[in-house]
Nanobody
Framework: QVQLVESGGGSVQTGGSLRLSCAVS????????MGWFRQAPGKEREAVAS??????GYADSVKGRFTISKDNAKNTLYLEMNSLKPEDTAMYYC???????????????????WGKGTLVTISS
């Protein structure tokens, strides 16, 4: 059973930075499309960023501010978030799908596994 556990969320001020991590067990992330999704209160879940091998993709709202990466040796996914804005406030979820994704994955198509989320709160 594949398990995803997020960490690194917290509360920062506008303009601050956070680094989210997602530790994966039960399978190797190198064979999965890995992604970060977020859901703000009262809003639909939004795809933030995705990665497969060296191919990455981002939502327009985070391009230039967020960076997705992974360490296959540690079986861990990361999301570096800079220049944070209040509208980035949300629960952030790590996700994995057993397929190759090229560029930005705009929705949870094919996602098989989800973490429980880590809360990010940005104050103005």
């Amino acid at each position: 059973q594949v398990q995803l556990v997020e960490s690194g969320g917290g509360s920062v001020q506008t303009g601050g930075s956070l680094r989210l991590s997602c530790a994966v067990s039960g399978s190797t992330i190198s064979s999965y499309c890995m992604g970060w999704f977020r859901q703000a209160p009262g809003k639909e879940r939004e795809a933030v960023a995705s990665i497969y091998d060296i191919s990455t993709g981002y939502a327009d709202s985070v391009k230039g501010r967020f960076t997705i990466s992974k360490d296959n040796a540690k079986n861990t996914l990361y999301l570096e978030m800079n220049s944070l804005k209040p509208e980035d406030t949300a629960m952030y979820y790590c996700a994995a799908g057993k397929f190759r994704c090229m560029g930005y994955l705009p929705a949870d198509w094919g996602i098989n596994y989800w973490g429980k989320g880590t809360l990010v709160t940005i104050s103005s």
